[in-house]
């Protein structure tokens, strides 16, 4: 339905009102504003929650006294004339990060404010859109996993690719686990889908060791899963692969039965074997997890954890591989940790920093280390931080904020995060101490090409 009033379109859903079509009669209806408290609103007579602030002056606004499921939002902009003015009404009105130009409406619409129209309808849930920018009069705006300009082309990301905010006009940042790299929105759109090509020196396995109900009484999402890029060859580097993914799916996958340390990694002397042990270790993890959790005959749980092994690079010096993993065992959140690793083929021997770093160069390396995460840390918090605020708030992450001198080691227990990622972190607990630039841990080290896999073809159109 559209509705027409002096040469100004504004789309208006079926399932309203006449007395609240009249709301966007822009000519004639401007409403008087009176805050009763900070997310209520009266205008004119009817009271509103403020569901959503963008900007200064832009407010989402639902009437809570029809609060029936066809009560539409609407979206409300305030002048400096004390009056607040009727954008748009929908059944469902969202902010768009990045922007106070567009919003979006009903999850699958982006509205141009300014304009009074709909500029584009992209095929992904247009409900978490960041705007990115503006480029050759189209505009940019980015989900998780899509890419989509004005003029209705998308690009997908691949292979775990995401995308942030460009720090320069006309380029937008791709991540790619521990690397970034700018790519220009022109080569962006652009950006042909290129073949993939198979690697045949690995073997996909992707495989689910998630608890069966044993019957209809059973709730449970229980068990691990992995995603794994397995070597095929016999030599050794392969088999220290084989060795450290065992040993790392063991030590996660058992975390939260708290046997990850009595358990013996699995067998791994050849890719076959490998596979049976793998097998073998989902057999274990529900033999525990019942004998653990499990009441009676029933068992009711929720505790998982995914992993993803994937190679990065592979040459005749070296070979890495990425490491991903997920944790969940009760809360609001998962438990996520991820790492690089890297077998130097002429040492013959997985390496970390006390074997590739130079004793000399070992406090510059620190150094250069915390300036690398100083700026992943302002990224995260949108702000630039001071270096001591900066040192102090991760250096100081596991000492307790009371005096622990009067406590026994029992009470003193009570104060460890226990988190999983404190043993290959480093962190072994709470830390009477801080650490300090010179001794906080280094636990994990690779090498990655250059521009390992952020080249234009982890695009998709």
Same mark, same amino acid.
């Given at each position: ?5 002096? &040469? ?16 966007? =009669? ?51 902009? *305030? ?15 969202t902010?768009?990060?990045?922007t106070?130009?567009y ?17 584009? =309808? %992209? ?30 082309k ?112 699995g ?27 499990q ?12 992993? &993803?092994?994937? &190679?990065? =690079?592979d040459?005749?010096? *070296? ?20 790492? *690089? ?8 021997? !997985? !390496? ?29 918090y ?22 622990t ?19 290959? =972190? ?7 101490k ?14 990655? %090409?250059?521009?390992?896999?952020l ?7």
């Open positions: 339905m559209i509705l027409h009033y002096e &040469k100004t379109s504004v789309y208006i859903p079926y399932a309203y009102s006449s007395y609240w079509l009249s709301w966007f =009669a822009y000519g004639s209806r401007i409403l008087k504003g009176e805050f009763i408290d900070e997310d209520t609103l009266v205008l004119d007579g009817d009271t509103f929650t403020i569901q959503e602030r963008i900007g200064d002056s832009l407010f989402v606004v639902w009437n809570y006294e029809h609060s029936d499921d066809k009560t539409p939002y609407y979206l409300l902009k *305030y002048e400096r004339n004390g009056f607040y003015y009727p954008q748009i009404g929908a059944s469902d009105i902010s768009i990060d990045n106070t130009e919003v979006c409406i009903d999850e699958k619409d982006v509205y141009d404010i300014k304009n009074k129209k709909v500029l584009f =309808a %992209p095929p992904c849930n247009a409900s978490g859109l960041c705007y990115l920018g503006e480029w050759n009069d189209l505009f940019l705006f980015a989900s998780s996993d899509t890419l989509c300009f004005s003029d209705g998308c690009v997908g990301l691949q292979d775990d690719v995401f995308c942030r905010k460009p720090e320069k006009k006309g380029m937008v940042t791709l991540v790619a686990g521990a690397q970034t790299k700018d790519i220009s929105l022109d080569d962006l759109y652009n950006a042909k889908k290129k073949s993939d090509v198979p690697d045949t020196t690995t073997e996909r396995l992707a495989k689910n060791y998630y608890i069966k109900p044993r019957s209809k009484f059973e709730r449970m999402e229980a068990g691990f899963s992995v995603d794994l890029d397995i070597p095929k060859g016999d030599a050794e580097p392969d088999k220290a692969i084989w060795e450290w993914m065992m040993a790392a799916i063991r030590d996660d996958a058992f975390y939260q039965l708290e046997n990850n340390r009595d358990i013996p990694v067998k791994c002397t050849s890719l076959k074997e490998l596979q049976l042990s793998l097998d073998e270790y989902g057999v274990l993890w529900e033999k525990l997890c019942r004998a653990e959790y009441i009676e005959d029933t068992l009711e749980l929720r505790m998982t954890c995914d992993i &993803k092994v994937k &190679k990065v =690079a040459c005749d010096d *070296y070979t890495t591989y990425y490491y991903w993993a997920s944790l969940y065992g009760g809360g609001l959140h998962d438990l996520p940790r991820e790492y *690089y690793i890297t077998y130097d083929k002429k040492r013959g021997g !997985l !390496l970390d920093v006390g074997n590739s770093v130079k004793p000399s160069m070992m406090q510059r390396f620190r150094h250069m280390v915390l300036e690398s995460l100083k700026k992943e840390y302002d990224f995260c949108e702000r630039e931080s001071s270096w001591e605020d900066f040192t102090h708030r991760i250096f100081s992450f596991h000492c307790p904020m009371i005096d001198s009067g406590m026994d080691d029992v009470m003193r227990s009570f104060l460890v995060h226990n988190y999983s990622c404190d043993d290959w =972190a480093g962190w072994n607990g709470y830390n009477v801080a650490f300090t630039e010179k001794d906080f841990p280094l636990t994990h080290f690779a090498v990655l %090409p250059r521009r390992h896999c080249d234009i073809s982890s695009l998709s159109d």
